[in-house]
């Protein structure tokens, strides 16, 4: 079975380019997560969609970073601009939530996107 | 509020000998804890997870943890350890809403010594 699919696997930009990475969850799925690996900060939630709608993206950083899921099968996450401090890895992931308490907390990862901002 | 406190930043065992990873954890509710594993270049992947129900959790690859309520522990352990097992590991905690409430530790990375 296919697991999520994240493109690309490698980036690498210069400072002040878009950059835009791509997500395509497993199917069935009706969350979807974006995170961000550091190794200063560890794994952060930036995003997570339910049904295609944003939830809450506190964790967004600030106004360059923007995600959009305009289908149940994809989803983008989009730096403009991107600085250095941008450099991470950024995994999506996705689950079936059942809107109710205690869904089961597995979430499945993609293999995630190396960024580098030169 | 929730948090979950991994003791150990790298924890190096020999090929063959026990694993201990230790994993301390606060929550406001009764917590669901899961530990994640990622190997190199990898997303992370479930190993196992404790809902409330045995307080004895076993997982794939031979791993197993004890949830500890007086302790608020979850240590993950492995009676031997093999070579494939080199890896980061994550115990993650979860507040009783939700996929999207899960609070990752910091990580311990896991070195098998030949």
């Known amino acids: 079975d296919a697991g999520v699919i994240q493109s690309p696997r490698h980036e690498v930009t210069e400072m002040g380019q878009e950059v835009t990475l791509r997500c395509k969850p497993i199917?069935?799925?009706?969350?979807l997560f974006w995170y961000r690996q550091t190794m200063m900060r560890g794994l952060e939630l930036l995003i997570y969609f339910n049904n295609n709608v944003p939830i809450d993206d506190s964790g967004m950083p600030e106004d360059r970073f923007s995600a959009k899921m305009p289908n149940a099968s994809f989803s983008t996450l989009k730096i403009q601009p991107s600085e250095p401090r941008d450099s991470a890895v950024y995994f999506c992931?996705?689950?079936?939530?059942?809107?109710?308490?205690?869904?089961?907390?597995?979430?499945?990862f993609g293999e995630g996107s190396r960024l580098t901002v030169l | 509020a929730q948090s979950v406190t991994q003791l150990d930043s790298h924890v190096s065992v020999s090929e063959g000998t026990p694993v201990l990873l230790r994993c301390n954890y606060s929550?406001?509710?009764?917590?669901?804890l899961f530990w994640y594993v990622q190997h190199p270049n990898k997303g992370l992947q479930l190993l196992l997870k404790?809902?409330?129900?045995?307080?004895l959790v076993k997982g794939i690859n031979g791993f197993e943890a004890e949830f500890k309520k007086s302790e608020t522990s979850f240590h993950l352990t492995k009676p031997s350890a093999h070579m494939s097992d080199a890896a980061e590991y994550f115990c993650?905690?979860?507040?009783?809403?939700?996929?999207?409430?899960?609070?990752f530790g910091t990580g311990t990375r896991l070195t098998i010594i030949p």
């Open positions: 199917s069935g799925h009706n969350s």
């Open positions: 993650v905690v979860s507040a009783p809403f939700g996929n999207e409430k899960l609070t």
């Open positions: 929550s406001s509710y009764s917590p669901s």
């Open positions: 992931a996705s689950s079936f939530s059942s809107g109710r308490f205690f869904d089961t907390g597995e979430l499945f």
């Open positions: 404790y809902t409330s129900a045995a307080t």
